[in-house]
Each structure stands twice: as structure tokens, then as C-alpha cells.
């Protein structure tokens, strides 16, 4: 994980780091030092019950992005994000002013105008926040940029959490929390001049500011690509998520595991740690590419750790309780509670990282902040929609573990509705699973299969899973031609069907399909995708190369375009090739997470697209290792 990290040494990322960092670290203190003294104070105050104050600032805070979301996305569009983030930085100090005023005059109105002033803080920050990484990032360094921001705020919104309570119980005058929120702004605003510019990528853009038909606007923005808008819906649901389980923290800890105030800081130490670990090792599991394969593996864990702590949480509250922490943690049943928040962190971050690099990827640049506005918008909607959905099933009776249970089912059903919608994260995760079970891959020269535009790859031909150990090492979608035989395969056949996969028989057997095939091969290449094919047109089963087709050449005569050539090397031997007669009969003959190759070779012109020169240069990329 050591590449993630370089990034932190780096004047393109370290200074914007370090200002996010401070800046949900601030949020959360003050947020949480004002809602611990109308806790503990309120009569002191006003005459409002404290649960209903609590609510309240929770409701203040989250106004903002809904007010002012859409504006401020296309601020970040029309603007420097470097020079906005320092203004970002500077209205905090005037918010820790007003606060100090608050608390200076015991105003409970100037606190709550401070606390939204600082939720208009954080929602003026968000689209720059996520928006200014892929101008200073390259791709394979977007995955590890984001593992840290998603790992970093998770471990500011706990530290400031404790230090905010910390602050409203401990110091002798609450003015103390707006000394020293104060101080964080300022060193925030210190660091966010050391970030490097990041130009406007819509310098005359005109700023709508009627915040309903610009934030309809934004989503229509999201919604242009399928896959964004999805990814979009998810982060949301994520959020929804796991607010859900955050806002239960106190009650569940008090009233389900029978523990002090103290306990509620370790579930949510706990979870936070989840999450900074999943993040983290996202960059390692992906390879430093956007790997959207972890996204189904990270839904899979916040489903099954959802269910099992309502299984796990104990049904009836421990003799002696409250407990302190030493004797709660005595308690096997707390233990396993334990473990479950922290898987459903860890798989947390398996999820939301690659969602958030993916948007980042994949949208216009020209429109990538005003697009990151709409989820942010949306994340407030699907969190105060969660909110009302809890209360409502609590308020009807339903326990907190069966409150979890019930969440984690209907992830389940929100996941599945999104790979049914979009195949193509099960279909990465399906290849990331085989690349990372059964064989242990290592690229060589992936940089030569193109970002953009259109080309075909060729490759060898040696098992039943070559397409999958492809499509896991290409950073974009692949279409492969196949034997048709091998298209209908059972179960296999599904996934390649999935990924859009073009049948193809020799002319003999089915002239029809052979010229259907051809045609929409030409029709992906004039749509800018890429398209894979195996020229021997049969997977090997004595290990050699079988003599080249002229497919190719008839390809690139009518559609010239790149040809790509690759070399798969160790997989003649395995579970789905040929050795020793049929695929797939004798289970784990090479073992598990064997050493396979994928070497990849500069782009060949389409007047060089011979099936002899091409047979020569993947004969001479696999070398001597089958």
C-alpha cells in the first residue's frame, strides 16, 4: 500500500488532504460539542426538550445541501477549486467567530445560525472536495487519492466527535470549543494555500441560482451516463446506510449491549477503524485501478455483517448494567458485535471508494462538479429519508437489531436491483474473483490497451476463462467475439452473455451469424469501444498456437483501427484448459492462486495486421511459458 501513501509526500495531493481532513474534523466538533450541551444543558438554554433540539441541529445542519448544492457545484465548475477552497477556509473562521459570539452571549439562535453556516461550509466544499482529484491525479493513482480522503474524514469525524464532547463536558466555559475551532480553521485555511491550481473546466459558465431547477438540472447531468447515475444512487443508499446504524449507536449501546457512555465511543471507534481499512485496501485489492469488482464484494459483507449482528446483539440486558467498558468488553457476545461493526466498516470502504473514483472517471469534466453536487444532494435526501424510515419502525415497535436486519435485507435487494440494471460491476466482480482465488495475475505493458477511442485486442487462446482474466486487467469494458459453442457454455455462458459477448461460426456451419457477427463488430469500433478476439478461433488443447484467421485483417479493412496485441502465459494447465483432455473435469489440478500472466504489446498499425505478423508478435510476447 505503499504507492497510496507516496501520495501524502506530494504537494499535488498532501495540502488538500490535510484540508478535508481538518475541515470534517471541525464539523464534528462543533457539531457534537453543541449537541452534547443541549444535551446535558438545555434548560439552561431555552425551553425546548432536549430530544427535539438534538433533531434539530441534526435537521440544520443537513439544510444546506439541499439549498445550495446545485449552486455551489457550478461554482466549482466556474472557478479555480484551489482558490474556492481557500475561501472555503476562510468563511470557517467567520463561522468560529459567530460561534464565539453564540456562546459569548448565550444565544442559542447565533449557535444554530453557526451551525447551519457550517453545514453551508461543508456543502460548498463537497463538489471541490471530489471534483479536484482527477485534475491532480492520474488514474492509477484515483483509487489510493480517494481510499485516503474516504479514510481520513471517517477518522476526523471520530476524532472530532470526542473532542467536541470532550470540549462541552471537560472545558470550564463553552467558549473554549469555538477557541478551538477557530484554531482548526485557521490551520485549514494555512494548508488549502499550499494546494495547486486547479483551473475551472467551464470558466463561463452562467451560476443559475434558483436552487430547484439547478439541482434538477445537475441530476440531469448525472443521469446522461447510466452507469454515474447508478453509481450515484448507490453512494446514496451507503450513506443511508450507515447513518442508519451511526444514529442508533447511543440507544443500542445503552439499551441493547447494557453499556456506559463510554461505549458508544468504542462502536463507533470501531466502525470508523472498518471503514479506514477498507479503504485503504482498496488500492492493494484493485491493482490501482478503478476495480468496480469490489463493489458487489463490498455489498455482499454490509449485507451478511447487517444480518448477523441482529443475530448477534444480545436479547436481554446483562445483570449490573450500565457496565463499564472493561466489564462489556468480558462479554463474548460483545465481541462478536464487535467484529460485525467492524467488518461492515471494512466492506464499507470495499464499496464506496471505487463508486466515488468511478464518477470521478466517468464524468464530463466539464460538468464533474456540478454532477458530484447532485450526490451530494441526493446523499442528504437518502439520509433524512432513512432517518424518518427508522424512527417510524422504532416508533412501531421494531427492536434496534431488528432494525439492522432489516436494512441489511433490503441492501441486499437495492444491490441486486443495480447489477441487474448495470451487469457490468458483477461481471468485473465475477473476474476480479477468479483473478484473485484461483490464480494469482501479474500485468505487463496493460498501458498500451488505450483509455479512449477504439481498437481490437488479440490474444491466444488457452482456456475457457481467458476473456475473464482479460476483463480483469483492462481498465475498460471489452467485447469479445467467441466460438459460439463457447458462448452457449453453461454457467460461464452467462457471464459472457452478461458482458456482450459477439457469437461467432465458421462460415461452413452458419455463414448468417458469421456476417452478423462482423457487422457488429464494426458497429462496436465506430462507437469507440473495444473488441477483443482470439484469431486461432479454438482454445488450444496441445498448448501451441493454433495458425491465425484472417478475421482481423477483414476487420481492420473496413474499420482501421489499432490492433493490440497480448499474450496469456500460464494458464495451459489449469481447471478450464485442455491439457490432458476436456476442460474443467479435474478441480484444483494446478492448485489454488497459481502464478498466470497477461503481457501486453505495442499498438499494431491495421496495414501490419497480418494473421502471420500478428501470429508472430503474440508468439514472441508468451515466450516460453504456456
Same mark, same amino acid.
Not at 102 to 117: E, N, Y
Not at 161 to 176: D, R
Not at 211 to 240: D, H, K, M, Q
Given at each position: 500500500?505503499?504507492?497510496?501513501?507516496?501520495?501524502?509526500?506530494?504537494?499535488?495531493?498532501?495540502?488538500?488532504?490535510?484540508?478535508?481532513?481538518?475541515?470534517?474534523?471541525?464539523?464534528?466538533?462543533?457539531?457534537?460539542?453543541?449537541?452534547?450541551?443541549?444535551?446535558?444543558?438545555?434548560?439552561?438554554?431555552?425551553?425546548?426538550?432536549?430530544?427535539?433540539?438534538?433533531?434539530?441541529?441534526?435537521?440544520?445542519?443537513?439544510?444546506?445541501?439541499?439549498?445550495?448544492?446545485?449552486?455551489?457545484?457550478?461554482?466549482?465548475?466556474?472557478?479555480?477549486?484551489?482558490?474556492? +477552497?481557500?475561501?472555503?477556509?476562510?468563511?470557517?473562521?467567520?463561522?468560529?467567530?459567530?460561534?464565539?459570539?453564540?456562546?459569548?452571549?448565550?444565544?442559542?439562535?447565533?449557535?444554530?445560525?453557526?451551525?447551519?453556516?457550517?453545514?453551508?461550509?461543508?456543502?460548498?466544499?463537497?463538489?471541490?472536495?471530489?471534483?479536484?482529484?482527477?485534475?491532480?491525479?492520474?488514474?492509477?493513482?484515483?483509487?489510493?487519492?480517494?481510499?485516503?480522503?474516504?479514510?481520513?474524514?471517517?477518522?476526523?469525524?471520530?476524532?472530532?466527535?470526542?473532542?467536541?464532547?470532550?470540549?462541552?463536558?471537560?472545558?470550564?466555559?463553552?467558549?473554549?470549543?469555538?477557541?478551538?475551532?477557530?484554531?482548526?480553521?485557521?490551520?485549514?485555511?494555512?494548508?488549502?494555500?499550499?494546494?495547486?491550481?486547479?483551473?475551472?473546466?467551464?470558466?463561463?459558465?452562467?451560476?443559475?441560482?434558483?436552487?430547484?431547477?439547478?439541482?434538477?438540472?445537475?441530476?440531469?447531468?448525472?443521469?446522461?451516463?447510466?452507469?454515474?447515475?447508478?453509481?450515484?444512487?448507490?453512494?446514496?443508499?451507503?450513506?443511508?446506510?450507515?447513518?442508519?446504524?451511526?444514529?442508533?449507536?447511543?440507544?443500542?449501546?445503552?439499551?441493547?449491549?447494557?453499556?456506559?457512555?463510554?461505549?458508544?465511543?468504542?462502536?463507533?471507534?470501531?466502525?470508523?477503524?472498518?471503514?479506514?481499512?477498507?479503504?485503504?485496501?482498496?488500492?492493494?485489492?484493485?491493482?490501482?485501478?478503478?476495480?468496480?469488482?469490489?463493489?458487489?464484494?463490498?455489498?455482499?459483507?454490509?449485507?451478511?455483517?447487517?444480518?448477523?449482528?441482529?443475530?448477534?446483539?444480545?436479547?436481554?440486558?446483562?445483570?449490573? +448494567?450500565?457496565?463499564?467498558?472493561?466489564?462489556?468488553?468480558?462479554?463474548?457476545?460483545?465481541?462478536?458485535?464487535?467484529?460485525?461493526?467492524?467488518?461492515?466498516?471494512?466492506?464499507?470502504?470495499?464499496?464506496?471508494?471505487?463508486?466515488?473514483?468511478?464518477?470521478?472517471?466517468?464524468?464530463?469534466?466539464?460538468?464533474?462538479?456540478?454532477?458530484?453536487?447532485?450526490?451530494?444532494?441526493?446523499?442528504?435526501?437518502?439520509?433524512?429519508?432513512?432517518?424518518?424510515?427508522?424512527?417510524?419502525?422504532?416508533?412501531?415497535?421494531?427492536?434496534?437489531?431488528?432494525?439492522?436486519?432489516?436494512?441489511?435485507?433490503?441492501?441486499?435487494?437495492?444491490?441486486?436491483?443495480?447489477?441487474?440494471?448495470?451487469?457490468?460491476?458483477?461481471?468485473?466482480?465475477?473476474?476480479?474473483?477468479?483473478?484473485?482465488?484461483?490464480?494469482?495475475?501479474?500485468?505487463?505493458?496493460?498501458?498500451?490497451?488505450?483509455?479512449?477511442?477504439?481498437?481490437?485486442?488479440?490474444?491466444?487462446?488457452?482456456?475457457?476463462?481467458?476473456?475473464?482474466?482479460?476483463?480483469?486487467?483492462?481498465?475498460?469494458?471489452?467485447?469479445?467475439?467467441?466460438?459460439?459453442?463457447?458462448?452457449?457454455?453453461?454457467?460461464?455462458?452467462?457471464?459472457?452473455?452478461?458482458?456482450? +459477448?459477439?457469437?461467432?461460426?465458421?462460415?461452413?456451419?452458419?455463414?448468417?451469424?458469421?456476417?452478423?457477427?462482423?457487422?457488429?463488430?464494426?458497429?462496436?469500433?465506430?462507437?469507440?469501444?473495444?473488441?477483443?478476439?482470439?484469431?486461432?478461433?479454438?482454445?488450444?488443447?496441445?498448448?501451441?498456437?493454433?495458425?491465425?484467421?484472417?478475421?482481423?485483417?477483414?476487420?481492420?479493412?473496413?474499420?482501421?483501427?489499432?490492433?493490440?496485441?497480448?499474450?496469456?502465459?500460464?494458464?495451459?494447465?489449469?481447471?478450464?484448459?485442455?491439457?490432458?483432455?476436456?476442460?474443467?473435469?479435474?478441480?484444483?489440478?494446478?492448485?489454488?492462486?497459481?502464478?498466470?500472466?497477461?503481457?501486453?504489446?505495442?499498438?499494431?498499425?491495421?496495414?501490419?495486421?497480418?494473421?502471420?505478423?500478428?501470429?508472430?508478435?503474440?508468439?514472441?510476447?508468451?515466450?516460453?511459458?504456456?
Amino acid at each position: 500500500m505503499s504507492s497510496q501513501f507516496s501520495l501524502l509526500r506530494t504537494r499535488r495531493f498532501a495540502p488538500f488532504f490535510a484540508t478535508q481532513f481538518l475541515g470534517a474534523f471541525n464539523d464534528n466538533l462543533f457539531k457534537n460539542a453543541l449537541v452534547v450541551l443541549l444535551t446535558f444543558q438545555a434548560a439552561s438554554w431555552t425551553e425546548l426538550r432536549p430530544e427535539v433540539l438534538t433533531n434539530l441541529a441534526a435537521g440544520i445542519f443537513i439544510l444546506p445541501f439541499f439549498l445550495f448544492s446545485a449552486t455551489c457545484g457550478q461554482l466549482a465548475d466556474k472557478y479555480d477549486k484551489a482558490r474556492l +477552497a481557500r475561501l472555503v477556509k476562510l468563511l470557517e473562521m467567520v463561522i468560529m467567530a459567530v460561534a464565539w459570539c453564540g456562546f459569548s452571549l448565550h444565544s442559542l439562535p447565533l449557535l444554530l445560525a453557526g451551525l447551519f453556516l457550517l453545514g453551508l461550509h461543508s456543502t460548498l466544499f463537497g463538489p471541490v472536495k471530489y471534483a479536484i482529484l482527477p485534475q491532480h491525479l492520474r488514474e492509477d493513482e484515483l483509487v489510493g487519492g480517494n481510499a485516503l480522503v474516504e479514510a481520513g474524514t471517517f477518522v476526523a469525524i471520530l476524532v472530532g466527535t470526542l473532542c467536541g464532547g470532550l470540549l462541552a463536558g471537560a472545558a470550564g466555559h463553552p467558549n473554549w470549543v469555538a477557541y478551538a475551532g477557530l484554531v482548526v480553521a485557521g490551520l485549514g485555511y494555512l494548508c488549502s494555500r499550499g494546494i495547486p491550481a486547479a483551473p475551472a473546466p467551464v470558466p463561463d459558465l452562467v451560476v443559475g441560482l434558483n436552487p430547484l431547477a439547478e439541482t434538477w438540472r445537475n441530476i440531469g447531468f448525472a443521469r446522461e451516463n447510466r452507469t454515474v447515475f447508478l453509481s450515484i444512487l448507490g453512494i446514496s443508499w451507503f450513506w443511508l446506510y450507515g447513518a442508519l446504524f451511526l444514529a442508533q449507536f447511543p440507544a443500542y449501546a445503552k439499551n441493547v449491549l447494557g453499556g456506559s457512555e463510554s461505549s458508544v465511543t468504542l462502536l463507533l471507534a470501531v466502525f470508523t477503524v472498518g471503514v479506514g481499512l477498507g479503504s485503504l485496501l482498496c488500492e492493494r485489492l484493485s491493482s490501482g485501478h478503478v476495480e468496480i469488482g469490489l463493489v458487489p464484494f463490498g455489498s455482499i459483507g454490509l449485507t451478511l455483517f447487517g444480518i448477523d449482528i441482529a443475530f448477534a446483539s444480545p436479547g436481554v440486558l446483562p445483570a449490573g +448494567a450500565p457496565l463499564q467498558l472493561v466489564d462489556l468488553l468480558a462479554r463474548h457476545e460483545t465481541w462478536r458485535v464487535l467484529f460485525d461493526l467492524l467488518a461492515l466498516g471494512l466492506f464499507g470502504g470495499f464499496f464506496i471508494v471505487p463508486l466515488y473514483a468511478l464518477i470521478q472517471l466517468r464524468s464530463a469534466p466539464e460538468q464533474r462538479a456540478r454532477i458530484i453536487a447532485a450526490n451530494n444532494i441526493l446523499n442528504a435526501l437518502f439520509m433524512v429519508v432513512g432517518s424518518l424510515a427508522a424512527a417510524g419502525l422504532l416508533g412501531d415497535g421494531l427492536t434496534i437489531p431488528a432494525l439492522f436486519g432489516v436494512a441489511a435485507v433490503c441492501n441486499a435487494a437495492v444491490a441486486i436491483y443495480i447489477y441487474s440494471l448495470v451487469p457490468e460491476f458483477m461481471l468485473r466482480f465475477v473476474a476480479w474473483l477468479l483473478v484473485h482465488s484461483f490464480y494469482r495475475l501479474r500485468n505487463s505493458g496493460i498501458e498500451n490497451i488505450p483509455d479512449e477511442g477504439p481498437a481490437i485486442l488479440i490474444c491466444n487462446h488457452v482456456s475457457f476463462v481467458d476473456p475473464l482474466v482479460i476483463a480483469a486487467a483492462s481498465r475498460r469494458p471489452i467485447r469479445f467475439v467467441m466460438d459460439h459453442r463457447i458462448y452457449r457454455t453453461p454457467l460461464i455462458g452467462i457471464v459472457f452473455r452478461h458482458m456482450h +459477448a459477439i457469437p461467432i461460426a465458421p462460415a461452413r456451419q452458419d455463414a448468417a451469424m458469421m456476417e452478423a457477427a462482423f457487422e457488429e463488430v464494426a458497429r462496436a469500433l465506430e462507437a469507440g469501444e473495444l473488441v477483443a478476439i482470439f484469431p486461432e478461433g479454438r482454445i488450444t488443447d496441445t498448448g501451441e498456437l493454433y495458425p491465425f484467421r484472417p478475421g482481423v485483417q477483414r476487420i481492420v479493412e473496413r474499420t482501421p483501427v489499432p490492433v493490440i496485441p497480448m499474450a496469456l502465459q500460464g494458464l495451459w494447465g489449469s481447471f478450464f484448459s485442455r491439457k490432458d483432455g476436456p476442460a474443467m473435469t479435474r478441480p484444483l489440478r494446478r492448485g489454488m492462486f497459481s502464478k498466470i500472466a497477461l503481457v501486453v504489446g505495442p499498438p499494431v498499425a491495421p496495414p501490419m495486421a497480418t494473421p502471420e505478423n500478428l501470429q508472430q508478435i503474440v508468439a514472441g510476447l508468451r515466450g516460453d511459458w504456456r
